[in-house]
């Protein structure tokens, strides 16, 4: 706006002075400086009242209130409604009244047999007949048992070897054991009960263990496992 009001104002100079031509030198009075002062007033006249007339842009400014917020009450559930319960009150009955029932009298006759009399009523009675007495149980018979012994085909296989030391020393003795014998008639074990010598027991031990053979115990005619205590003697017979 200011460039077009000074724009104005100069070409109004221009015009004022001739043109292009430039002023001739010296004073030549305030006629024409009034004039183009004039002719310039005028101008900005006209330069200021276009720009009123000119419509202006509006703006207009919108305010935004803030938003109000408030609680909201809490909706509660209905309470639920009453349940009428009702209450059965219990029958009562009368116990029932039982006949009383009469038994059979039982009657024993001059000879000692039951005789029954029918109830009353019958008329009637009932002859069991003679009584039977049976004879008592027998008591349950005991088992046979039968002990083992020396199978006579191994008898000669007895007699352990007598121990060399004992006879460089000439020393006699004697052994016994328990012997436990399974049901095919073999020696499964063997005990010391008593021995004179270590060399004894251990020529015994050994020997019954390879060599003794038995007829095995029974329980009614069964073969059955079993011990039995044997007693072994040694004795140097050239003395």
Known sequence: MRLSIMQAAIGHRHIAGGGDKPAPSGYRGGTGSSVGIGGAIAVHALVIGAWLLIPKEVIDTVITRPFETYAVPEEKAPPPEPVETTI??????????????????????????????????????????????????????????????????????????????????????????????????????????????????????????????????????????TTKIMTVRFTLTDR
């Open 88 to 225: 059965e009150q219990p029958i009562r009955t009368r116990p029932t009244q039982q006949q009383p029932t009469t038994a059979d009298a039982i009657v024993t006759g001059a000879q000692g047999d039951p005789v029954v009399i029918g109830s009353a009523g019958t008329g009637e009675g009932i002859d069991p007949g003679p009584t039977i007495i049976l004879p008592p149980a027998d008591p349950p018979r005991a088992p046979v048992l039968v002990d083992a012994g020396i199978d006579p085909r191994a008898l000669p296989q007895f007699q352990p070897d007598y121990p060399g030391a004992m006879i460089r020393q000439g020393l006699e003795g004697s052994v016994t054991v328990r012997v436990t014998i399974n049901a095919e008639g073999r020696v499964t074990d063997i005990a010391r009960v008593s021995a004179t010598d270590e060399s004894f027991w251990l020529a015994t031990q050994r020997h019954a263990l390879r060599k003794w053979r038995f007829r095995p115990a029974t329980r009614d005619g069964v073969p059955v496992a």
